[in-house]
């Protein structure tokens, strides 16, 4: 795109957000695609069975009647939107996942709602059902990274910087015929809640903006001024509209920025990327740009202002290459605006396809090759995969209203492992465990996963801490002895769970080319109860707090696994750490890293596909 720039790093030189940077692994990678298939088939797991998308959300459930015996409608009819489930219990029964019905469960009407009205607005060729159901699954997916609060982000202050400068946004919009929602949108998520922030790559400002990305905003806008100029010449000289000429003149003016802002900049003795006014301007200018490259497609403008045009081009081409015809890349582009016209080609079909989302996220070079240490400053990175739906997520939030963001931000206050699982019961007692064993919520891993080729530590934990809990076993009543520290309570987990531990497990045999390879499972309930198998009541259930980033809740829920690779040879710690990247890449699994252990939490939304990885491996 940009003078003396290297594809891989042309992302710099466009307008780069702060982000939230969610850590990914530094290791080799593993692409199991035998296993996979097309990431396409199962990236939307919320699909209901035979059930088109807009009815699995259009659904107004009935009124339930109040503490008055009148509907709560009728009292606070936005209330009951937030109470009401979109989806109704039939359409849930339709999941075989306990973990997927309670993640859908929690998707409320008046969510439902805002994004059924919104998506269109923003992304207009998202209307229809493939792609405007790739949208909202990513809004939910993705809900904790956007509205989660840190030190460092709060979305409610993003807004607010937004709404502070509204009519500058509308104003430049105007001026060089920008869509204001997108201008809206890209800045709702840019301006970080300030209008000087500086980003770790270097950007700055509201916009985020490089500073060669300024220069170059500079010389488009003065090419735009100058073809005015010589259309005014021209009708001047053919003794035209002279009032329309003069016009043409004043606006050309108008546009060829550069002087006024370095003016501006001079004056206020600032970079001119911290003056709004300045930095407004050149990141619109730029969108308006790339909305040019992009036949005027929103999602690829979007996408372009975080990754650059030269990235995303390279990304279009692969998929192209892969799922339609041969082509190569042209100096004008005019191919690739005709395929992207031809087949219809959205940000959606990329971020669904295997290949390009790898590229998007960072697993894959932007040479296509899959990403190791030696090679990964030739990818992407710092979710360049998501930002579109980030962006999108900020806006519909923004227009959606402050209230409704608030009441987002309060639900995000957690973990995002335990804003998956609000729902899902912790079974900390021995009556929950009991239950949950009896309908099968909860398996038993002891006996099957080292017949896999795990070596589960829990066992030796278990004993290391003997003496702890031998202690204290005096003020937790119904642990009567250490001898039963290592009951079959201790490895209780959702079959979902199993069933993806069971095709990890299958990747890594064949990522290793090492059959006898052990995965080191460190702690999985922590649940330690002598009798609960046996039916007798003794109370509550002790705990082994193992997790290294103390995250028990998850574990109680048999929803999550730690591995201990600490002493595992460098080269397959790299091919274990590559699979569960690309795991977490694609939204598989949550995953934290402390010294030599990393904590694994399935994604609820993959709970019918991993339960049925369960059942083809271990049978009803």
Not at 57 to 80: F, I, V, W, Y
Not at 333 to 342: A, D, G, H
Not at 492 to 497: G, I, K, R, S, Y
Request: charged letters at 25%; proline letters at 3%; aromatic letters at 10%.
């Amino acid at each position: 795109m940009l003078s003396g720039s290297k594809k891989y790093r042309a992302y710099l030189w466009g307008a780069v957000g702060v982000g939230l940077g969610t850590a990914l692994f530094v290791g080799g990678y593993y692409l199991g695609t035998e296993q996979y298939g097309d990431v396409s088939d199962v990236s939307s797991p919320s699909i209901v069975a035979n059930q088109k998308p807009e009815a699995s959300l259009s659904h107004e459930a009935g009124d339930k009647p109040g503490a008055s015996g009148q509907p709560e409608a009728a009292k606070n009819p936005l209330a009951q939107k937030r109470q009401l489930s979109a989806f109704t219990d039939d359409q849930l029964k339709n999941h075989i996942s306990t973990l997927t019905r309670a993640s859908l469960k929690s998707v409320t009407q008046e969510q439902a709602a805002i994004w059924r009205e919104y998506i269109p607005k923003l992304l207009p060729s998202y209307g229809e059902t493939k792609t405007f159901q790739v949208a909202r699954d990513a809004l939910r997916d993705y809900e904790h990274v956007v509205f989660h609060t840190t030190d460092t982000h709060n979305l409610a202050n993003n807004h607010r910087v937004l709404r502070n400068y509204a009519d500058l946004v509308h104003k430049y919009c105007s001026r060089w015929d920008v869509p204001e929602a997108v201008a809206e949108a890209i800045i709702s998520w840019e301006n970080s809640g300030s209008v000087a922030s500086v980003s770790y790559a270097g950007a700055v400002g509201i916009c985020q903006m490089m500073e060669d990305t300024v220069s170059f905003v500079h010389d488009y806008a003065g090419q735009e001024a100058e073809l005015l100029r010589r259309d005014a010449d021209v009708m001047r000289y053919k003794k035209g509209d002279k009032k329309r000429a003069d016009d043409m003149l004043a606006q050309a003016d108008l546009l060829d920025c550069a002087v006024r802002h370095r003016t501006m900049a001079k004056e206020a003795k600032q970079d001119e990327r911290v003056l709004v006014n300045c930095n407004l301007e050149d990141a619109i200018i730029y969108i308006k740009y790339l909305l040019q490259k992009y036949e005027g497609r929103e999602d690829l403008a979007i996408a372009a202002y975080h990754c650059g045009i030269d990235n995303l081009d390279d990304i279009i081409i692969v998929y192209v290459n892969d799922t339609k015809m041969s082509m190569r890349r042209g100096s004008d582009r005019r191919e690739l605006r005709s395929m992207i016209n031809s087949y219809d080609i959205k940000y959606a079909d990329l971020w669904q396809y295997e290949k390009t989302r790898a590229m998007l996220s960072g697993v894959r070079t932007m040479n296509g090759e899959l990403t190791t240490d030696a090679n990964r400053y030739e990818a992407l990175g710092d979710e360049a995969d998501i930002y579109l739906w980030k962006v999108l997520s900020s806006w519909v939030a923004y227009k959606a209203g402050q209230d409704y963001t608030a009441w987002m931000i309060e639900n995000n206050r957690g973990s995002r492992e335990e804003c998956a699982y609000s729902g899902v019961p912790i079974y900390d007692t021995p009556a929950k465990v009991k239950d949950a064993l009896k309908s099968g919520s909860l398996v038993s891993v002891k006996k099957v996963l080292p017949q896999k080729g795990a070596e589960l530590l829990s066992e030796k934990v278990a004993d290391v801490n003997d003496v702890a809990k031998k202690k204290a076993a005096g003020a937790a009543q119904g642990v009567h002895s250490h001898e039963h520290a290592s009951d079959d309570a201790a490895w209780l987990v959702h079959p979902e769970l199993l069933g993806y531990m069971d095709d990890l497990l299958k990747r890594w045999d064949v990522a290793s080319g090492n059959s006898k390879v052990r995965l080191p499972v460190g702690l999985l309930s922590g649940v330690i109860n002598p009798h609960i198998l046996s039916g007798e009541h003794v109370g509550s259930c002790w705990a082994l707090k193992m997790c290294p980033v103390n995250t028990m809740d998850s574990h109680l829920r048999g929803v999550a696994f730690d591995l201990d690779y600490s002493g595992m040879a460098n080269a397959q710690r790299k091919e274990l750490q590559g699979l569960l990247e690309y795991d977490f890449v694609f939204d598989r699994v949550f995953v934290r890293n402390r010294s030599g252990k990393t904590h694994v939490v399935l994604n609820p939304r993959w709970g019918d596909y991993y339960y049925k990885k369960y059942h083809e491996s271990f049978g009803k």
